[in-house]
């Protein structure tokens, strides 16, 4: 198993949606390399001040608390995870492409159940006067917002937590949201007039 040792106060939230923030403690460091090389690890508390170590099993990597080394202390950390069995891709001959396929295929179905009657459901819901605007609106706020944070705010849940699946609750949590939202709010609108 892989655990950060840090000091609490030195490991931010790392989000960072229009990426001008540079997250240079030694804990934001680890933890940034660790969910990028799509390492599970643990985080243990460490004394005011101390700089971060990575452990991998019985190996202790002492943290860089310089952004300079930065480069050369990820290569370690690398050799380190590599020589632990850590691979640094996935094997592709252990690929089942045609199971890939058929998930890839099921989910595709599902955009196109959606997809498919979007269109009329949103005529028949707003008024002419403002249909554009309506159909506009909470289309771009759900995909520009909602989906454009995505990669940022599962990446920062997945540093602050050390657990690789755990930025997979933020779609999850807007989904069921959505749900519960359209289920309050979306009313039957059968043999309505779209033209008035």
Not at 29 to 36: D, E, H, Q, T
Not at 82 to 89: D, F, L, N, S, V
Not at 154 to 177: D, Q
Request: with cysteine.
């Amino acid at each position: 198993p892989v655990t950060v040792v840090a000091d609490p106060a030195d490991c931010a939230f790392q989000f960072d949606p229009i990426g001008k923030t540079a997250f240079n403690s030694s804990c934001d460091i680890a933890k940034s390399y660790l969910a990028k090389a799509g390492v599970t690890y643990e985080t243990v508390a460490a004394p005011t001040g101390t700089v971060a170590q990575v452990r991998i099993g019985e190996r202790v990597i002492s943290g860089v608390a310089d952004p300079a080394g930065k480069a050369d202390w990820e290569k370690g950390l690398g050799a380190a995870l590599t020589a632990a069995g850590y691979p640094a891709k996935a094997d592709s001959a252990l690929v089942n492409k045609p199971l890939v396929v058929g998930i890839l295929f099921v989910l595709v179905l599902y955009v196109t159940m959606v997809y498919g009657p979007i269109a009329a459901a949103l005529v028949e819901m707003f008024p002419t006067r403002v249909r554009y605007t309506s159909m506009s609106l909470p289309y771009h706020i759900g995909n520009g917002w909602f989906g454009g944070f995505l990669p940022t705010t599962a990446f920062a849940m997945v540093a602050a937590t050390g657990n690789i699946y755990y930025g997979l609750w933020y779609p999850i949590v807007v989904a069921l949201l959505t749900v519960v939202i359209g289920g309050l709010l979306i009313k039957d609108r059968k043999d309505v007039d779209i033209h008035e």
